[in-house]
């Protein structure tokens, strides 16, 4: 009785890996990862992909400029296909956003600790995918120097917002969840920037990470306010990035165009946004927990969990498909089966099929442990679902709008060469916010860490 | 176990086991005068107790999968649910003789007189519909066998890669979970309202089955408690574990349940939306207003504390009422689809669940002598 | 008086097991004007420094009923009072539609209260405090652990204080400049 409850049996706890290396010390986790940060020379791959990102991220706003001064036209938005690339890749940079708060909020109130070396920068990158998903609907208005309309608030023009309508709810939940992680992310940085204050050398370094820390000096009464306060938002994120996505998913579903209007869209929204963030957070892990040797902190063990949370969630979004086609078909509604087989022997055929086998196929292969400990297959299945789920996206989206309930408005949707633009430009400014994010900041939450360091030898009484 | 608690249990069996065959048998004797009411109310409550027994086995295998100490305490349990499938196939059986009283779809001179049910009688006709239930069936028992046998194994050995080896049937074990009580569900209910269709039907099920099935758990762990190898174990992080996973599936019944209603209102379709006029109007819309109330609102409310989580007699007095109001949610879900003119309870309503459970209650206690309480892996 | 110009006495240790028991040993000991400080949290430290009631939790749930009924009562007299509007035949209390963005506003009100009732209540930001001028305390965010108990406390003894200390296990123990 006097072990911890949570392994159970010694036999059993052996065979699973370490979620640390051994032989750390509280001064070796604390100088491995503010290293990064303080003395280590920035590495020359920081500076070339730093480079290539930002190019990109001035890519980004050349577009948006572009955007600002001759209209959305730009776009291949048009009836009947009012919703294109914006909404796609809204939903998709939204979607990655969620696994961030899963990570560090769910996995924290299960108690599952080996989600502290990867909690901080998931939850960085939530931050970077909420703030590129929230571009789009911006720019999307056509005018986003009015974007304040969209509030509720006695004006002038003697209108409020409609809030039964689910876009609506969209402004909430959005710059809600974006306000939330964002304190969720700075509160939990708070005793690492203190750290980062009394390691720097260099005053102008000191001066600015004490004036983040806030004056914080590890006093045990402030310890407890604020592990509360860390338990309770991470108690308030879990509801709420489920709801975020379900607002999203009400977006489509609150209507009645055949394809969208679909009773398990919410969980299913959720799933694919899981499982899509999940195959973000291994395609930049693996690269970085190699690049900057940080296998003790990140451990095969994190990997294996993500591998199966991926096989889980897509399983999920599996059965969101099966349901789909199912019901289709039982609903005995013709615009309802038209929907599915436009899917599946339309002109966007080739696009579903290809969705069908990332997102479905492909992880099965996840099912072997020997896939999931194998971290270049890892790598390359968390990239075919990260695709997957952009056509899934499109396919909603696109397929849904394009065919709808009067033969005579049917239309195609071709993206131009300005959404192409847009959207390779937010890929490089969600991955130039990232490379910044780990050059100033600790990617690895240091006091976290060092509570997974066992107590020094003889001296532990509990 | 030892034999003063053997008897125990025994007499407990025989009880329950009398009480339920009385109940069935004046339910039987009801059947002569109103069979269309003895079938309907036989459904309700078979619903509830495979739906107790369906998600002891799906949580076994979620158990086996995710680990932790809240799930070794209650895994005797939850094996003896899964363990009392096979009883309940053969409680399928009377629920078979009245096919044509229960659903349209079953009648063939209302199939031939709708287009929409002549679409869907590939899918809805008596021969499939026996096969699929047969099929549903043998794929939960033969996992629940599998599930305790080896668990036996795992009590005797002691062998690491007996674990393995129920890690590896619970993976496959869930999915094939999901998509037959998916398939049940619109079989055995969503098909009593064969126009009706809703692709979030089987979460619904599945999230109220493992709702109903927690708090099955958290009362009968509180009858256990006192007993010897438990009283050792239980400690108060073990409530509070089993509080939060029963707020956590509070919390996912209310949202499934709300997504469902939020989206079908606002589509306000002329195929989905009599589902909730029928379910919304006169008494049915009351106690749909009472679901809401003590459902979740009561329920949620109480289980935030941690004073409340932490105490197991008032954690099983809040399950109790979470279990009773499981039963007003099923019989608001199935009932409305045979009196859509207003709320009527008819006594089968009431004795029924008391029929079947007091037959499920003894499969369940014979299952659960039969073991130490506790397995012996450790790890509590 | 020598004591009058000193803010406290620190001492330094090397895990949280000694800091926790000499927390509890100053607490037994009488003092009460103490404060513990520590590189990561230590479970039971804030309790052995006799720190009883935490009221974050209540703020939270104030938050989150303000902002409950907040949004509730705005998006209820936009539709019904301010703003009728007649869509697709709906109610103008349309009460389920209103579930999300209450649900929204509930939560952005409980994170709002999470936060900075914890800065309010832990007096952050702060910009000067004397524990900093220990020469060694910034190893608190480092590797080591440390005590300090105040000098406003009516049990403080320059001498004995110090000799309390310093039968703990303690490393060494520093005045600390106000």
């Not at chain 1, 590129?132 to 009015?146: D, E, F, I, K, V």
């Not at chain 1, 409609?162 to 402004?171: A, E």
């Not at chain 1, 490089?428 to 990232?434: M, N, S, V």
Request: proline share 6%.
């Amino acid at each position: 009785m006097a072990k911890e409850g949570q392994s159970g049996n010694p036999a059993v706890a052996e065979v699973e890996a370490p979620v640390i290396g051994p032989g750390h010390t509280y001064a070796s986790v604390t100088d491995k990862i503010s290293s990064i940060v303080l003395t280590r020379k920035t590495p020359r791959a920081w500076w070339i992909g730093f480079t290539i990102t930002f190019l990109l991220t001035m890519l980004l706003l050349y577009s948006i400029g572009n955007l600002l001064v001759r209209g959305v036209g730009l776009w291949g938005v048009n009836v009947p296909v009012g919703w294109g690339f914006d909404i796609i890749n809204f939903v998709w940079w939204i979607g990655i956003g969620h696994a961030g708060t899963l990570i560090s909020a769910i996995l924290l109130l299960l108690r599952q600790e080996w989600r502290t070396s990867i909690n901080r920068f998931a939850e960085a990158m939530t931050l970077f995918a909420v703030a590129n998903a929230a571009l789009y609907p911006l720019m999307h208005m056509g005018r986003p120097w009015l974007a304040y309309w969209l509030l509720p608030y006695p004006n002038t023009m003697g209108t409020w917002p409609q809030p039964r309508s689910p876009l609506v709810w969209d402004v909430f939940a959005v710059s809600t969840y974006a306000l939330v992680s964002f304190l969720f992310w700075f509160i939990g940085l708070i005793p690492d920037l203190a750290t980062l204050r009394d390691r720097a050398k260099n005053r102008f370094v000191k001066i600015v990470y004490g004036i983040l820390a806030m004056g914080w000096r590890g006093s045990a009464i402030h310890w407890q306010r604020y592990e509360t306060a860390y338990l309770l938002l991470a108690g308030l994120a879990t509801p709420l990035v489920v709801s975020v996505h379900t607002v999203v998913s009400f977006d489509f579903s609150i209507g009645i165009i055949p394809g969208w209007h679909a009773t398990i869209f919410p969980p299913y929204f959720v799933a694919g946004a899981i499982y899509a963030g999940f195959a973000m957070v291994l395609t930049l892990t693996i690269p970085i927990r190699s690049y900057y040797g940080l296998e003790d902190f990140i451990t095969m063990r994190h990997v294996d969990n993500m591998g199966k949370i991926l096989l889980a969630t897509g399983l999920i979004v599996a059965y969101g498909y099966m349901m789909e086609t199912f019901m289709a078909w039982y609903s005995g509604s013709k615009y309802e089966q038209y929907m599915i087989l436009n899917r599946m022997q339309g002109p966007y055929k080739t696009l579903y099929w290809a969705l069908i086998v990332c997102n479905v196929v492909v992880p099965q292969l996840l099912w072997s442990q020997r896939v999931r400990r194998n971290l270049i297959a890892l790598w390359i299945i968390s990239l075919v679902v990260g695709v997957g789920m952009w056509l899934e996206r499109f396919i909603i989206v696109v397929v849904s709008l394009h065919r709808d309930f009067l033969p005579s408005a049917w239309g195609m949707y071709r993206p131009t060469a300005w959404d192409w633009s847009t959207y390779i430009g937010t890929l490089g400014f969600f991955l130039a916010l990232l490379f910044l994010f780990i050059r100033f900041l600790p990617m690895i939450s240091i006091f976290e860490m060092r509570t997974l360091v066992p107590h020094p030898a003889g001296k532990a009484r509990h | 176990m030892n034999g003063g608690a053997v008897a125990e249990f025994d007499r407990f069996r025989r009880r329950v086991l009398a009480a339920g065959a009385v109940a069935l048998a004046v339910c039987a004797a009801g059947a002569a005068g109103n069979p269309d009411q003895f079938f309907r109310s036989y459904l309700f409550a078979y619903l509830f107790w495979i739906g107790i027994a369906l998600g002891c086995f799906a949580i076994v295998m979620l158990h086996h999968l995710v680990g932790g100490s809240w799930g070794v305490v209650i895994r005797r349990l939850l094996e003896s649910g899964a363990g009392t499938l096979p009883v309940m196939a053969v409680l399928t059986l009377p629920l078979l003789a009245g096919l044509p009283r229960l659903y349209v779809w079953a009648r063939p001179e209302a199939v031939a007189g709708d287009e929409l049910l002549r679409h869907k009688a590939p899918y809805l006709n008596v021969p499939f519909f026996l096969g699929r239930l047969a099929f549903y069936f043998a794929v939960w028992i033969a996992l629940a066998y599998w599930l305790n046998k080896w668990s036996d194994e795992q009590d005797r050995t002691l062998r690491p890669e007996v674990k393995t080896r129920l890690q590896w049937l619970s993976g496959p074990g869930l999915v094939l979970y999901g998509l037959t009580v998916t398939f049940a569900s619109v079989d055995l209910v969503m098909s009593l309202e064969p126009h009706w269709f809703s692709t979030i039907y089987g979460i619904l099920f599945m999230t109220g089955e493992a709702l109903a099935t927690i708090a099955f758990v958290i009362v009968a762990l509180w009858l256990l408690a006192d007993r010897k190898p438990m009283s050792d174990v239980l400690r108060p992080t073990h409530f509070h574990d089993l509080g939060n996973l029963m707020l956590a599936f509070l919390m996912l019944w209310a949202y499934v349940s709300f997504s469902q209603f939020l989206i079908i209102w606002s589509g306000n379709l002329p195929e989905e939306i009599p589902w909730y006029l029928r379910r919304l109007s006169g008494g049915w819309g009351w106690m749909a207003a009472a679901l809401l109330v003590f459902h979740f609102v009561v329920p949620f409310v109480l289980l935030l504390s941690r004073y409340n989580k932490q105490r197991l007699r008032i954690l099983a007095a809040i399950a109790g009422g979470v279990l009773l109001v499981r039963l007003v949610d099923l019989f608001w879900i199935v009932m409305p689809a045979f009196h859509s003119g207003g709320l009527a309870v008819h006594w089968m309503d009431v004795l029924m669940p008391v029929g079947i459970g007091g037959l499920w209650l003894a499969a369940f206690t014979w299952q659960l002598k039969r073991r130490p309480l506790l397995p012996a892996e450790g790890g509590y | 008086m020598e004591s009058t110009r000193l803010y406290g006495l620190m001492a330094e240790f090397d895990n949280p097991a000694d800091l926790l028991a000499a927390a509890r040993a100053a607490y037994a000991e009488g003092y009460r004007k103490m404060d513990a400080y520590s590189p990561m949290p230590v479970h039971g430290l804030a309790e052995a420094l006799g720190v009883q009631k935490n009221p974050l939790p209540l703020i939270v749930l104030l938050g989150g009923l303000v902002g409950c009924l907040t949004a509730f009562g705005m998006l209820w007299a936009i539709e019904t009072i301010i703003y009728p509007l007649n869509v697709g035949g709906r109610p103008f209390n349309s009460w389920p539609a209103f579930i999300p963005i209450t649900f929204e506003t509930t939560i952005l009100f409980a994170a709002l209260a999470a936060v900075l009732g914890m800065l309010a209540l832990n007096g952050l930001p702060q910009p000067y405090h004397p524990v900093f001028n220990a020469p060694r305390f910034a190893l608190a965010t480092h590797n080591r652990f440390f005590l300090c108990i105040e000098a406003s406390d009516p049990k403080f003894d320059l001498v004995a204080t110090r000799r309390f200390l310093e039968n703990l296990p303690s490393r060494e123990v520093v005045e600390v400049a106000p």
